[in-house]
């Protein structure tokens, strides 16, 4: 599936919007349109059932060890400052960025590479060096190649800022150097084989993907938006929009230990709003400045946290398979050792193959990670015992705590049998946009079906599960008269309660089709002839195009267990 065709739906049947768009938009800002809205409710209302609300505590699922309560959270998006420096956030959450020298763009330094390869400028020199060069003769063609660079219609024009294009002479004894072993058509590995292994020799700095100009060392840059609280614009208060919603799980667990009857293992989930100031916000929604998450604190005993770990893994994936992410592109990967943070002994990343990554490439949908005792420690220690670890407790030049912790009593004391401690976490936090994207991408086909006149037509299909398509069902009278209209109203307004329905009347009924289809409904009812005399009606399946007679009585039904099943 091409990446533009789904954008273009997205747009044009009302699935998400550019914020702001009427004035040019903002970039990593996303709004979702009429049917966007109903998809993205659907999938944290599916969610928030399937992990929370449905979840039945006193049997035990399978693969958990034991049965387990499920609670819920609604914290606010700004907090005490204070969290952040605990969690680590203010001093660790960060990016390592390079800005450009000439145009003045920010780009994440991990990112550079990867965005070289697609912009259009090195696209339009590779394609100039495949066609104008022979790469046999790429040794002796290099003075040719820094002439073309400099000319106006070649490089100058393309990538002003490029060194090869403002200093030919200084980069053309590493070009000499490097082109006799690359090929010319991978003029961004070329650059990049320059930059990296050539630097110190050939001066050539890592070029900017936007202009070509030289980027800056890479340097940190904290990704927390800042904001003020009160009048007073000075640094006691300054707050920040919150970029997970976990911490606010952290720092209520005394709370809701307090004011319920839970008792370990049990799960807090909360569903809201995150905000990271992400240096290249892109791929649509996927990486976004504002966006929703889906997160689950799971609160266990540290000598069963492993086999939690691999419930909540195992439960998770099913997850995104039951609603449709079943195949090949999506995948379960365990990090490996090295790519462990200190504190946890276990995380898997559920990715997706979203089509604008290259063949083989996959974006993180979820991470489960065993997180230990570090959010609830790190959030409790003011001051530094022996037990204290000071990978946990962050401490200043001094060896002194940096941070002072909230310094309450964030342990548990198990009631049968007294054991005072505290509780490992397994946190699986999944992302509400990048889901709904991907459950758009795996949806979005193309294929044939009959028009009024039993003619083959392309039609576009976004086949959403059910339980996530925005529209349920649309009432359709097959004509606009002899007392169809009526019946369809009636089936339509007695409906309207139950689901998210639609009605339509206007033009051919093959066409009112293939707009539900492009909306992902996956159940027409029409209201024919026969209805009048006999009270049935047809329901089509989006999918199989299979058409069912079915009692207007037992419609209802029908759609409920049909969208169940
Ligand atoms: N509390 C752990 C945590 O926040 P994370 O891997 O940084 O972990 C969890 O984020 C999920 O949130 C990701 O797997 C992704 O689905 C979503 N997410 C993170 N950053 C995002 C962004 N900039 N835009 C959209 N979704 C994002």
């Known amino acids: 599936m091409e990446m533009e065709k789904l954008v273009s739906l997205c747009k044009r049947r009302g699935f998400l919007f550019q914020s702001s768009e009427i004035y040019g938009g903002l970039n990593g800002f996303w709004d979702y349109g009429p049917l966007g809205v109903e ?25 958990a060890p034991d049965s387990y309560e499920m609670t819920g959270l609604d914290c606010t998006i700004i907090m005490h400052p204070q969290v952040w420096k605990c969690s680590g956030h203010y001093d660790l959450f960060a990016d390592m960025m390079q800005s450009c020298r000439q145009c003045k763009k920010l780009f994440r330094a991990d990112h550079v590479w990867g965005l070289m390869r697609e912009t259009e400028w090195a696209n339009a020199i590779a394609e100039t060096l495949a066609s104008n060069f022979d790469a046999e003769q790429i040794e002796v063609d290099a003075e040719k190649l820094a002439k073309w660079a400099k000319d106006r219609k070649g490089g100058r024009r393309l990538a002003p800022g490029l060194a090869l294009v403002r200093h030919p002479e200084n980069t053309l004894a590493s070009l000499q150097q490097s082109l006799a072993e690359m090929k010319a058509d991978s003029f961004p590995v070329l650059l990049q084989h320059l930059a990296t292994e050539d630097k110190k020799t050939s001066g050539l700095l890592t070029p900017c993907p936007e202009c070509g100009g ?43 230990l307090d004011s319920t009857r839970v008792k370990i293992p049990f799960g807090i989930a909360q569903v809201g709003k995150s905000f990271r100031n992400e240096i290249t916000p892109r791929n649509f929604t996927f990486r976004s400045r504002e966006f929703e998450q889906m997160e689950i604190e799971f609160f266990c005993h540290p000598d069963s946290s492993q086999s939690w770990y691999k419930y909540w893994r195992d ?52 991470g489960i990670a065993h997180r230990g005792d570090f959010d609830l420690r790190s959030h409790m220690e003011g001051k530094l015992d022996e037990k204290s670890d000071p990978l946990v407790v962050q401490l200043d030049e001094h060896g002194k705590p940096k941070y002072r912790g909230s310094g309450k009593d964030l342990t548990y004391r198990d009631e049968l049998t007294n054991e005072r401690y505290i509780p490992h976490v397994i946190e699986p936090s999944a992302g509400a946009d990048r889901a709904t994207l991907a459950f758009l991408c795996e949806a979005y086909r193309e294929d044939s079906a009959p028009d009024d006149k039993g003619n083959l037509q392309t039609r576009t299909v976004m086949s959403l599960h059910p339980r996530l398509a925005p ?18 109203k009636d089936i339509y307004r007695a409906l309207k309660p ?33 209805s009048l ?3 049935t009606v047809t329901i089509r399946d989006r999918d199989t195009l299979e058409q069912t007679r079915v009692r207007i009585d037992d419609i209802e039904s029908e759609i409920e267990n049909r969208i169940q099943s």
């Not at 159940?523 to 024919?528: A, E, L, P, Y």
């Open 315 to 366: 439960r998770r994936m099913q997850w995104y398979q039951d609603l449709g992410l079943a195949g090949e592109r999506l995948i379960l990967r365990e990090h490996d050792p090295d790519e462990l943070s200190h504190y946890s002994t276990g995380t898997a990343d559920i990715e997706y193959a979203f089509p604008f990554l290259p063949a083989g490439e996959y974006g993180e949908l979820e």
């Open 533 to 535: 005399i006999d009270r």
């Open 471 to 488: 529209v349920k069902a649309a009432v359709f009278p097959l004509v606009k008269k002899d007392g169809m209209p009526e019946v369809a």
């Open 498 to 530: 139950k689901f998210s329905v639609s009605y339509d009347e206007k033009g051919a009924v093959g066409r009112r089709y293939r707009r539900q289809d492009e909306a992902g409904t996956p159940f027409c009812i029409t209201v024919d002839g026969d």
């Open 214 to 256: 030289d980027l800056t060392e890479p340097r940190e840059f904290n990704l927390m938006f800042e904001t003020i609280v009160g009048a007073l614009k000075d640094e006691s208060n300054k707050a920040f929009l919150r970029p997970e919603t976990a911490q606010g799980i952290f720092v209520n667990f005394k709370n809701v």
């Open 39 to 63: 998809l993205k409710r659907n999938v944290k209302e599916a969610w928030w059932r399937d992990m929370v609300s449905g979840h039945d505590d006193l049997s035990v699922l399978p693969g």
